[in-house]
């Protein structure tokens, strides 16, 4: 590593205008990263989010999560997603994985004090699915968080594809599961127009293989007071 490398600055990546800490005056909120080794890439480290504070210039800085703090394309939005009228603060980071995920966190600034409301490692942990293969080219999606389960029907997937997983018959050749992914797209919605943000979470639901997707978990988080849950939950199923 040479000279120059070691001393990478971080530089401001996007920035966004708001109260956030609610005490009337516009704040700045702004994402610092520094760039990779190859200075033509636009893949960002140790991006970290600062609120300076618009009656004071006080700057507070708020490390994100190690294993979410690079990535490509960082974002940020500024709404209410709790309903006490105080903009939070939504960051969404491109991961540029082959899973193409996303890492997302809500964090409220009331009073200058950082309170992380939205973390996509404990919503990852807690919203996994199972995907299992049935008889007569039926997959069925179950999602234990809410106690829901998606049948697709995958008999139009063509002859090379069914003959790997069933006999002629339609039965089953072995017990087969299929996989889902952390998330990969969060977006604030306001479905209800009541000028509160909700949250749409997608997730891949996928088969044998990563590109063998059948569509997404859509799920909707709304704000309960304590933290996001589920409000709406859909299957977004591809079509032929």
């Not at 890439?41 to 504070?53: A, E, G, N, R």
């Not at 409220?108 to 919203?127: G, I, R, T």
């Given at each position: 590593?040479?000279?120059?490398d070691?001393?990478?600055?971080?530089?401001?990546?996007?920035?966004s205008?708001?109260?956030?800490?609610?005490?009337?005056?516009?704040?700045?909120?702004?994402?610092?990263?520094?760039?990779?080794?190859?200075?033509?890439?636009?893949?960002?480290?140790?991006?970290?989010?600062?609120?300076?504070?618009?009656?004071?210039?006080?700057?507070?800085?708020?490390?994100?999560?190690?294993?979410?703090?690079?990535?490509?394309?960082?974002?940020?939005?500024?709404g209410d997603?709790?309903?006490?009228?105080?903009?939070?603060?939504?960051?969404?980071?491109?991961?540029?994985?082959?899973?193409?995920?996303?890492?997302?966190?809500?964090?409220?600034?009331?009073?200058?004090?950082?309170?992380?409301?939205?973390?996509?490692?404990?919503?990852?942990?807690?919203?996994?699915?199972t995907?299992?293969?049935?008889?007569?080219?039926?997959?069925?999606?179950?999602?234990?968080?809410?106690?829901?389960?998606?049948?697709?029907?995958?008999?139009?997937?063509?002859?090379?594809?069914?003959?790997?997983?069933?006999?002629?018959?339609?039965?089953?050749?072995?017990?087969?599961?299929?996989?889902?992914?952390?998330?990969?797209?969060?977006?604030?919605?306001d479905?209800?127009?009541?000028?509160?943000?909700?949250?749409?979470?997608?997730?891949?639901?996928?088969?044998?293989?990563?590109?063998?997707?059948?569509?997404?978990?859509?799920?909707?988080?709304k704000?309960?007071?304590?933290?996001?849950?589920?409000?709406?939950?859909?299957?977004?199923?591809?079509?032929?």
């Amino acid at each position: 590593m040479n000279h120059v490398d070691q001393h990478r600055q971080p530089e401001i990546l996007t920035s966004s205008y708001g109260d956030v800490n609610g005490d009337g005056i516009v704040d700045v909120v702004y994402l610092t990263g520094v760039k990779s080794m190859d200075p033509t890439s636009p893949y960002m480290q140790q991006i970290t989010l600062h609120v300076q504070d618009g009656a004071t210039n006080k700057v507070h800085t708020i490390a994100l999560n190690e294993d979410g703090n690079s990535g490509y394309n960082p974002t940020l939005f500024l709404g209410d997603f709790t309903g006490d009228g105080i903009q939070d603060i939504l960051i969404s980071i491109d991961s540029g994985g082959s899973g193409a995920f996303t890492y997302d966190y809500v964090y409220s600034f009331v009073h200058n004090e950082a309170k992380k409301l939205f973390d996509f490692d404990q919503f990852n942990k807690e919203n996994q699915y199972t995907v299992t293969y049935m008889d007569f080219f039926k997959v069925n999606v179950h999602s234990p968080a809410t106690g829901k389960s998606y049948l697709l029907d995958i008999s139009d997937r063509g002859a090379e594809y069914l003959s790997q997983i069933y006999y002629q018959n339609g039965k089953l050749k072995q017990t087969i599961t299929g996989m889902a992914d952390g998330v990969s797209g969060f977006y604030p919605v306001d479905l209800d127009r009541d000028g509160v943000y909700e949250i749409q979470a997608y997730q891949q639901i996928s088969g044998l293989y990563h590109a063998d997707a059948f569509g997404y978990i859509i799920n909707t988080l709304k704000w309960d007071g304590q933290k996001f849950s589920i409000w709406q939950q859909w299957f977004a199923l591809y079509g032929q």
